[in-house]
Nanobody, 123 residues
Framework: QVQLVESGGGLVQAGGSRRLSCAASGRTFSPYAMGWFRQAPGKEREIVAAIVRTGGSTYYADSVKGRFTISRDNAKNTVYLQMNSLKPEDTAVYYC????????????????WGQGTQVTVSS
């Protein structure tokens, strides 16, 4: 069992930056692929970014490519999402996820979820 706790959400102006963190506990962190998903009001949860166990490969949704960066520190059992040039349409609850898949490409690839952190981008 892995427990995931997100932090770093909040209110930010359009064009601003925010860094989300996800701390894992309970089991060794390094065997898991990690990802960030988000769910906006009235919409389905969607993948934002994902990273493989070693950090050597990453995936980004087209909507965030070039603006968001996912990274991980296996020594600190933490995964990060650096969000730059934020837009109002980035407003959502952001969830951290872990899974045994090579890379998390969809919700079904995740085995563990955090509770979510709200990011609100004002125009």
């Amino acid at each position: 069992q892995v427990q995931l706790v997100e932090s770093g959400g909040g209110l930010v102006q359009a064009g601003g930056s925010r860094r989300l963190s996800c701390a894992a506990s309970g089991r060794t962190f390094s065997p898991y692929a990690m990802g960030w998903f988000r769910q906006a009001p009235g919409k389905e949860r969607e993948i934002v970014a994902a990273i493989v166990r070693t950090g050597g490969s990453t995936y980004y949704a087209d909507s965030v490519k070039g603006r968001f960066t996912i990274s991980r520190d296996n020594a600190k059992n933490t995964v990060y999402l650096q969000m730059n040039s934020l837009k109002p349409e980035d407003t959502a609850v952001y969830y951290c996820a872990a899974g045994f898949a090579f890379i998390l490409a969809a919700e079904t690839d995740a085995d563990y979820w955090g509770q979510g952190t709200q990011v609100t981008v004002s125009s």
